[in-house]
């Protein structure tokens, strides 16, 4: 070896024993904390109930630690994270070792402990939990950090440290991680109060005193290495923002020397202007970037070249989904790489946290054998990563490379997988075109003259509540314990009940109330070809709660009509309109784990004809208004602005694919639980529904303002007149003074009259004295028009 490569390797932090000369080092970027079958859901809730101690909760949370770690060790991780286990949220973690707990939580000081901090994460008798809000892209949600000026900060929380020590007492060296500094500020909101021109950055000077602390005791316990997890450097920052980063590092440098220091980004590409500042960063040894999700980062490293001194972390095992990485494909990337960096300064990781993955496939014993070739959750990408850097290092694992290119090679030719009819369906949609023929205004007067509506007419959203009874009468039918008949009766039943309810309430257009479904995706999942269901697939959405996303594997057809059965038997129970209940294809795709092997939107187009023919089947069945709920449009949204108009356009196409068959006379609606659209407005109205029912009531009427700004508008809308989500029953007074703010922004004609989502999750004892009270709100306004 050269002289230089020698000096080079002298400078190589000790613990990475490294026998070899040139030796591709391993990492995980972060593990999802639920545990393989929900541990730490059930320990979290039972301690919540009182059920069980904090002694308990520990107890089991440190099991999942160890079990987490051992894992990683053993499958010859170099870089295994650690504080990346969290009770509730790793942003709320972070919150607390600042000690910028808001005031009204009444924390005087000291290490913050469980009634502190799930205070805030749920709210208790008296106080309202903090703010939750999506992180990033994903499903998962983070509790958003209040802050203001007077907001004092101090270490509060000695968690990263004492989860670094318990590893080295099991005899693992492990990489602390911590949320970055600048990446904390950008993703906190203003405290309520503080005048506006406050920026939230100028806090810099006031945590890195709080980062130099927590990063001191890491290196007295003994860490060489660690974490800063800095994703907002994905997103479009403008130079003060890009320039936040500069300072904190540079400020951070003395107290991080002596440590090696990894800035781990993800989610997307790093833009070329953040590229160049996250690679000049002082103190800064290392780089992780999300090889997976970010397709252009690799020609920013060849192109920009990537600093000598610095490794590199490579995110090729893709952290948001669940299939079996391509192994070969990642080893081609990873080779250029290292013709790049040189392979004392690539380490091979994964795209991004493990969070969003679920935990082990191991415990999926109802899935069939051939898909399950083609997966891999947590526990398998591990293995993965390992294997890759192995097989850089010149210890190839012949028969695990070559299973699994068998398993990408059946994957692409699998006839379950490949179906030519819907291929080529869905392709001819591409560039194409699909809108109902007449304008919206003549389609509402065709479909007025049909319904003969009063004004501002009533409706709700589709669900109502979902009672243990009808848990346990779905469940009983699964499993075969009650007979088909027994079920279809139990279920008709219901509808009767709720039919009865609605017209005795006086709604306008009634609803069904969807008891046969568990879950607005999992229903029509589990009705179409090409998806597969787990056991055990659980990923953590925020604190103990999970979801279980469906995985399209192949292409999406519908065998047979999915809702024509329910919403008949509904309409044949009264004679006023009923709204038969689908979920819109960008739903159904964003609450599912989506194929990599084809364009999002080409999946999105094959989910958009299934719905069609089930929209045109409802019509024909003699329903005359079909709501097509479309709760994730905009959680959709790529991070990426340059991304988005794109995306909007696919999504919003393939909306009008699964309405423009129908006649004028049939009323399409749309839902969407959101209101924060203010910039995606156009595409809204641009999806062509004859009537758009939406969150409104939670967001202190943002979503009114978009109208007064004077976007014309000319569709039905119903901004929702209260909040579903709480148990609160609202007056018929402050509903009418919600409908009569609407009304000074909206074409009188326009508006609709309904709650903000479904009633599933409430009681009835709330649900009939608020909708009685909607109702009487919408008739006394109806008087004064
Ligand atoms: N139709 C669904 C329901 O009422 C809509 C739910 C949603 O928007 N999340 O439950
Ligand atoms: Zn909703």
């Not at 630690?65 to 969290?86: H, L």
């Not at 499993?479 to 009940?497: C, H, L, M, N, T």
């Not at 069904?512 to 056991?535: C, I, S, W």
């Not at 023919?613 to 709920?629: C, F, H, K, R, S």
């Amino acid at each position: 070896p050269s002289l230089l490569n020698l000096s080079r390797r002298l400078r190589r932090p000790s613990f990475i024993q490294i026998g070899r000369v040139r030796a591709v080092a391993s990492h995980i970027v972060g593990y999802p904390r639920i545990g393989p079958k929900r541990e730490l859901k059930f320990a979290l809730e039972s301690f919540w109930d009182g059920r069980s101690s904090a002694e308990d909760l520990e107890k089991v949370a440190k099991d999942l630690r160890m079990s987490i770690w051992k894992q990683m060790a053993d499958a010859g991780t170099k870089f295994i994270p650690s504080n990346t286990f969290s009770y509730y949220d790793h942003i709320l973690d972070t919150t607390v070792m600042l000690g910028a707990v808001p005031h009204r939580y009444g924390w005087t000081g000291g290490e913050i402990g469980f009634d502190v901090y799930f205070s805030m994460a749920r709210g208790d008798a008296t106080l309202p939990a903090m703010e939750m809000t999506k992180w990033f892209d994903t499903n998962y949600h983070y509790i958003v950090p209040e802050l203001g000026p007077d907001l004092k900060f101090s270490c509060a929380s000695h968690k990263a440290v004492n989860e670094y020590k318990e590893a080295k007492e099991l005899g693992i060296e492990t990489i602390p991680v911590l949320v970055g500094p600048v990446s904390y500020l950008l993703l906190s909101k203003l405290a309520e109060g503080i005048e506006k021109p406050f920026s939230l950055l100028s806090l810099l000077q006031k945590i890195i005193p709080v980062y130099k602390e927590v990063v001191s005791e890491l290196k007295a316990a003994g860490a060489t290495w660690v974490q800063l997890d800095e994703p907002t450097l994905v997103l479009d920052l403008d130079s003060d923002q890009l320039k936040a980063f500069t300072d904190a590092y540079t400020q951070l440098e003395e107290s991080l020397h002596g440590l090696n220091v990894l800035v781990e980004t993800y989610f997307a590409d790093v833009p070329a202007d953040a590229y160049r500042v996250v690679t000049g960063l002082r103190g800064v040894s290392a780089i992780g970037f999300d090889l997976v999700h970010g397709e252009k980062t690799l020609e920013l490293i060849q192109d920009l070249s990537f600093p000598s001194d610095k490794y590199l972390f490579a995110g090729v095992v893709d952290g948001r989904n669940i299939w079996a990485n391509d192994l070969s494909a990642s080893l081609r990337t990873l080779k250029t790489l290292e013709g790049i960096v040189g392979k004392d300064k690539l380490v091979v990781s994964t795209s991004c946290s493990l969070l969003h993955t679920p935990v082990d496939l191991v415990n999926e014993t109802k899935l069939d054998g051939e898909i399950k070739s083609w997966l891999a959750f947590a526990a398998q990408k591990i293995v993965e990563v390992n294997e890759l850097a192995k097989a850089l290092r010149g210890e190839k694992n012949e028969a695990f490379f070559s299973a699994n290119a068998a398993a990408q090679a059946s994957r692409k030719s699998s006839p379950r997988v490949n179906d030519k009819a819907v291929q080529e369906a869905a392709s001819a949609l591409r560039g194409s075109d699909h809108r109902r023929a007449t304008p919206v205004t003549s389609r509402l007067d065709a479909q007025q003259k049909k319904l003969n509506l009063p004004i501002l007419p009533t409706t709700t959203i589709g669900s109502f509540p979902q009672t243990r009874y009808l848990r346990r009468i779905r469940r009983e039918y699964k499993e075969s314990k009650i007979s088909e008949a027994e079920y279809v009766k139990a279920i008709k039943e219901e509808i009767s009940k709720v039919v009865r309810l609605q017209e005795e309430l006086d709604i306008d257009v009634l609803v069904h109330g969807e008891p046969e479904r568990n879950d607005m995706v999992e229903y029509f999942g589990e009705q179409l070809k090409g998806f597969a269901f787990t056991v055990n697939g659980w990923v953590q959405s925020y604190g103990s709660r999970c979801v279980k996303p469906p995985i399209i594997y192949g292409d999406v057809s519908r065998p047979k009509p999915m809702t024509v059965f329910w919403s008949t038997a509904a309409q044949s129970m009264t004679t006023r309109p009923i709204k038969g209940m689908l979920t819109g294809p960008v739903t159904i795709l964003s609450w599912s784990f989506v194929r990599n092997d084809q364009p999002r939107f080409e999946t999105c187009y094959q989910i958009a004809l299934a719905i069609k023919n089930e929209v045109e089947d409802l019509e024909a069945a003699g329903i005359p208004v079909i709501q097509i709920d479309e709760a994730a449009l905009r959680e959709g949204l790529p991070l990426c602005k340059s991304e988005q108009a794109f995306y909007l356009e696919w999504a919003v196409h393939a909306f009008r694919i699964t309405s423009c068959g129908v006649q004028d006379t049939t009323q399409i609606h749309t839902h969407m639980c959101y209101s924060n659209f203010n910039n995606i407005i156009h595409s809204i109205i641009d999806m062509d529904a004859d009537v758009v029912t939406i969150e409104n009531s939670r967001s202190a009427d943002k979503l009114l303002s978009v109208f007064r700004e004077g976007v014309r508008y000319h569709a039905g809308i119903g901004p929702g007149v209260y909040d579903i989500h709480s148990p609160r029953i609202p007056s018929a007074e402050d509903i009418g003074n919600r409908i009569n703010k609407m009304l000074a922004v909206l074409e009188k004609n326009a508006l609709w009259v309904n709650p903000d989502c479904g009633l599933k999750t409430r009681k009835y004892s709330e649900v009939i004295p608020a909708l009685t009270n909607m109702v009487a709100a919408a008739k006394l306004l109806r008087t004064q028009l």
